[in-house]
């Protein structure tokens, strides 16, 4: 079974300092990443994937991720935070095509970040 | 693209009667996923159609739910005598159909449903 672990439910920053919000997962095989973003009363927004190659992913909004396959992380990270980018940020797994779950997001339990001015 | 969408947005019923749900995927993505979201948590999948082709369903799915996708476009999703319990966040996201099958899901705004 897929698994996905976000270990902060909040993580705090100032405003022009840069982020990072952790995910780890657990899956058989190679796995497929994502990262969404959720604002209030909204819904997720796709923000980047990783699905082979390079190991650092660039998504929307000047957000990448790595992917650390030896420590089964994808960590979101942003150099300058922004206020805006203020949300709830979900990490979700998906297993390689094939497989009887192919079409199946496996979703963290979501990290609030909130960046100060 | 104009995007997933949702109807209801809002639905509040009491205990013990049906409600249906409805999602318009964007046009042309050919999968449809439905999942649930409670307060706190991450979105949990419930089931996936590809075209008319329901290929999966979650154990979290009872048998007082039920989804269909006739004709490959919209879906619905019904919940039949429903419990407090069922008071969630309904999401609706599609996907195109991709070779290499690594295609992100679009999701709608979500229907919230509560169940007095």
């Known amino acids: 079974a897929q698994s996905v672990a976000q270990p902060e439910d909040q993580v705090n920053v100032a405003e022009g300092n840069p982020l990072t919000v952790k995910c780890t997962y657990s899956?058989?095989?190679?796995?497929?990443l994502f990262w969404y973003v959720q604002y209030p009363n909204r819904g997720l927004q796709f923000l980047l994937k990783?699905?082979?190659?390079?190991?650092l992913v660039k998504g929307s909004y000047g957000f990448e991720a790595e992917f650390n396959k030896s420590q089964t992380s994808f960590h979101l990270k942003k150099p300058s935070a922004l206020v805006s980018d203020s949300a709830l940020y979900f990490c979700?797994?998906?297993?390689?095509?094939?497989?009887?779950?192919?079409?199946?997001?496996?979703f963290g339990q979501g990290t609030i970040l909130t960046v100060h001015p | 693209d104009t995007g997933v969408s949702q109807n209801p947005r809002h639905k509040i019923t009491k205990r013990g009667q049906n409600v249906t749900f409805r999602c318009d995927p964007i046009?042309?993505?050919?999968?449809l996923y439905w999942y649930r979201q409670t307060l706190g948590q991450g979105p949990e999948f419930l089931t996936y159609?590809?075209?008319?082709?329901?290929?999966?369903k979650s154990r979290l799915l009872s048998d007082r739910f039920s989804a269909e996708r006739p004709k490959g476009s919209f879906s619905t999703l019904e919940i039949q005598r429903t419990e407090q319990g069922d008071s969630a966040m309904y999401l609706c996201?599609?996907?195109?159909?991709?070779?290499?099958?690594?295609?992100?899901?679009?999701f709608g705004p979500g229907t919230r449903l509560t169940v007095t």
């Open positions: 990783y699905i082979t190659g390079d190991n």
């Open positions: 979700a797994v998906r297993p390689p095509a094939g497989g009887t779950s192919y079409g199946k997001l496996t």
């Open positions: 899956v058989s095989g190679n796995p497929y």
């Open positions: 996201a599609s996907s195109p159909r991709s070779g290499r099958a690594g295609g992100e899901q679009y």
């Open positions: 159609f590809q075209n008319e082709a329901q290929l999966e």
């Open positions: 046009s042309e993505h050919n999968r």
